[in-house]
């Protein structure tokens, strides 16, 4: 299967301001979505330290299958490994001491504990290190400088689309191009998949079925094969439902019956128990907004429908 080409369009904040944020706190963590652009933006930042000279470490945990395996990948990732018998987390400390470089640790939110308690040690014990985190949740840690990537903006959605499109020999006028980014909610993976989706389909027909009951779910597929959970729009929000609690779930199908914005009163009005709205937004499934309400990015918000109709028991 062919790889997706990488969207050139950087998500907010830029380069140059989130270096600052990194230089001047050293623990940095990108929050939002999957398929928003965390990883990507954490590799142009790497790239972009890389060429300064400054030795960077990048760690991917997306086959970590467990919180004890966390500085052993690390481990590996610098290429070395513990002793038999030696504390795991201690081997990675004298391996980073004295380091001046950027650590870069992407997709921590399954095994959240493991890679907290290893950056707060880092922190503690390496302060020349810099440290940049990819996770739907934040660590938790403390000095943690959360950064949220944002989704992009709609002009820029469909300026995606079109190039994208236009690399798979698809000329997608920009009516259509704005049409489709309305729908697609400044999501980078959706746009991805929706441009790839173009070969079968025609602007009209990818319109119509973005705008049916689970059809985002049927015609965003065919991504690349790694991340695995990039897949598809619908393995990447199973991803995040998997890592939510019972009641974080219960609340997510919940919220998914308003059609838009929503309030805390309101939540907590109609809901017997939305106390979970708190976790939800922490866990990159509710966005919050700067004006005091909340709602369910559109992938979320059809998944949500899906469970509450009951028509998502085969979906994880």
Known sequence: MAALPEPDVLPEPELGALSERLAATRL????GPGGIGKSRLAARLAESTRCTGAPVHRVDFSGCPDVALVPYTVAAALHTAPAPGTDPVRAVLDL???SRGLLVLDTCEHVLTGCAYLVGRLHDSCPGLRILT?????????DEDLVEVPPLPRDRTAGLLQEHAASYGVELP???AGRLAGQLDGDPLSTLLAARSLRQLTARQLHAALGAPGGRFAVLTDGPGDPARHRTLLQAVEWSHELCSRAERLLWAQLSAFTGEFTAEQVRTVFPDGSSLASLVSSSV????????YRLPLAHRE???LRL???GDGLG
């Open 303 to 305: 998944y949500g429908k």
């Open 309 to 311: 109709a009951g028509l």
């Open 96 to 98: 980073l001491a004295g």
């Open 134 to 142: 990819t996770s739907r949740r934040p660590l938790g840690v403390p």
């Open 286 to 293: 509710v966005h919050a907004r700067g004006d005091g309400t």
């Open 174 to 176: 920009g009516c259509w």
């Open 28 to 31: 940095v963590t990108l929050t």
